[in-house]
């Protein structure tokens, strides 16, 4: 024997003694996962006058790990191949827990298929990808963002996650942060407003018509900040005619000091009154009506006939100015956008007149 094979022998023992620790090290974790289980399907958390997560410090492992162990200790239950796997050492106990909440009968194969010799960060990004049906969404058009949290952070996603499950179903992470973002957009969007606002009309229509009396009413909110400024502010119609009221008004309303007010003897806490009192909200309902109309996007049209289309910082701009005598009414409200609402004041007032305000 040569000193070549010699050197693989050792090399071959070494690698079985790996093996056989390996194969000793998976056997041990599986008893402390089925022990973890027999636990916590016992209570013995009460039993032992012990919060979850004591019990798991007693036992020598982190509560990250008890519950962690205690998700894989299902997964194996239901979807015993998963065991297999495990035995096998094709997977890890971190990689199974990760598919609580996630694996179904139906995409079971699939995830069976691609579980094998994943990385962590791996297995997550892939199991974002899997949808409940075993069909597996493109690469394309997945985000991945990483976000430190705080511990007090992450407890209010935790809480967010428990509060959106439903069906024994656990919605990952992304899937939370999304639908979290959804409620937002839904509660703040005005075009998501109006639409809810519409469809909550035509519902009371209904009502109405079966002769089942009244239905939810509109809340009257009040105009959003940013809206309709130059329309509202010069209001004339109502404060007493003109003069230098409104001008009080306008300092007031952008927030001017009172020394650049006082030049026209109005004091601020007066001229603030007035405006409060002197202007008129547009109807929620109104709003809305017009937020369907123009679809939420600027509705100003340039000369080549394109029309603007932005939909953020979107106004509802008087046609007729009000200062101008123009009223509140669906015919006479558009949607523009910050940039043409002013444009519009600019070019009906005068660049010279708006120029006081914004210089
Ligand atoms: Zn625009």
């Given at each position: 024997?040569?000193?070549?094979?010699?050197?693989?022998?050792?090399?071959?023992?070494?690698?079985?003694?790996?093996?056989?620790?390996?194969f000793?090290?998976?056997?041990?974790?599986?008893?402390?996962?089925?022990?973890?289980?027999?636990?916590?399907n016992?209570?013995?958390?009460?039993?032992?006058?012990?919060?979850?997560?004591?019990?798991?410090?007693?036992?020598?492992?982190?509560?990250a790990?008890?519950?962690?162990?205690?998700?894989?200790?299902?997964?194996?239950k239901?979807?015993?191949?998963?065991?297999?796997?495990?035995?096998?050492?094709?997977?890890?106990?971190?990689?199974v827990?990760?598919?609580?909440?996630?694996?179904?009968?139906?995409?079971?194969?699939?995830?069976?298929?691609?579980?094998?010799?994943?990385?962590?960060?791996?297995?997550?990004?892939?199991?974002?990808?899997v949808?409940?049906d075993?069909?597996?969404l493109?690469?394309?058009?997945?985000?991945?963002?990483?976000?430190?949290?705080?511990?007090?952070?992450?407890?209010?996603?935790?809480?967010?996650?428990?509060?959106?499950?439903?069906?024994?179903?656990?919605?990952?992470?992304?899937?939370?942060?999304?639908?979290?973002?959804?409620l937002?957009?839904?509660?703040?969007?005005?075009?998501?407003?109006?639409e809810?606002?519409?469809?909550?009309?035509?519902?009371?229509?209904?009502?109405?018509?079966?002769?089942?009396?009244?239905?939810?009413?509109?809340?009257?909110?009040?105009?959003?900040?940013?809206?309709?400024?130059?329309?509202?502010?010069?209001?004339?119609?109502?404060?007493?005619?003109?003069?230098?009221?409104?001008?009080?008004?306008?300092?007031?309303?952008?927030?001017?000091?009172?020394?650049?007010?006082?030049?026209?003897?109005?004091?601020?806490?007066?001229?603030?009154?007035?405006?409060?009192?002197?202007?008129?909200?547009?109807?929620?309902?109104?709003?809305?009506?017009?937020?369907?109309?123009?679809?939420?996007?600027?509705?100003?049209?340039?000369?080549?006939?394109?029309?603007?289309?932005?939909?953020?910082?979107?106004?509802?701009?008087?046609?007729?100015?009000?200062?101008?005598?123009?009223e509140?009414?669906?015919?006479?409200?558009?949607?523009?956008?910050?940039?043409?609402?002013?444009?519009?004041?600019?070019?009906?007032?005068?660049?010279?007149?708006?120029?006081?305000?914004?210089?």
């Amino acid at each position: 024997m040569n000193m070549y094979d010699e050197f693989v022998l050792e090399m071959h023992a070494l690698a079985n003694k790996a093996k056989l620790l390996h194969f000793a090290e998976r056997g041990a974790t599986l008893e402390s996962v089925f022990i973890i289980q027999e636990l916590d399907n016992r209570k013995a958390a009460i039993a032992l006058r012990m919060r979850s997560e004591d019990l798991a410090v007693y036992v020598g492992i982190t509560p990250a790990m008890y519950w962690m162990r205690l998700r894989a200790a299902r997964i194996f239950k239901r979807f015993p191949e998963t065991l297999e796997r495990f035995k096998q050492g094709e997977t890890e106990i971190s990689h199974v827990a990760m598919l609580w909440g996630k694996i179904t009968e139906a995409n079971s194969k699939l995830i069976f298929e691609n579980m094998c010799g994943r990385s962590k960060r791996e297995m997550e990004s892939f199991l974002s990808r899997v949808k409940n049906d075993g069909t597996l969404l493109e690469d394309e058009g997945v985000t991945e963002i990483t976000i430190r949290l705080k511990d007090s952070e992450r407890d209010v996603f935790e809480r967010a996650r428990e509060i959106l499950a439903h069906g024994g179903k656990v919605p990952s992470l992304a899937e939370t942060v999304v639908k979290a973002t959804e409620l937002l957009v839904d509660r703040l969007d005005p075009m998501r407003k109006a639409e809810r606002a519409a469809a909550r009309a035509e519902k009371r229509r209904g009502k109405t018509n079966e002769g089942e009396g009244e239905g939810e009413e509109f809340s009257p909110s009040s105009i959003q900040p940013g809206e309709d400024e130059f329309d509202q502010s010069c209001d004339s119609s109502e404060s007493g005619g003109s003069g230098p009221g409104d001008l009080g008004d306008y300092f007031s309303h952008f927030g001017l000091k009172e020394k650049a007010v006082s030049a026209f003897a109005i004091p601020r806490k007066h001229a603030r009154e007035s405006t409060t009192k002197h202007r008129r909200a547009i109807p929620a309902a109104m709003r809305h009506q017009v937020w369907l109309r123009d679809k939420g996007e600027c509705t100003f049209e340039h000369d080549d006939g394109s029309v603007c289309g932005e939909t953020m910082m979107i106004e509802l701009d008087h046609i007729d100015m009000v200062c101008f005598g123009g009223e509140h009414s669906v015919d006479n409200l558009r949607l523009r956008c910050r940039t043409h609402n002013r444009y519009h004041a600019v070019v009906s007032l005068g660049e010279d007149f708006m120029s006081r305000w914004y210089s």
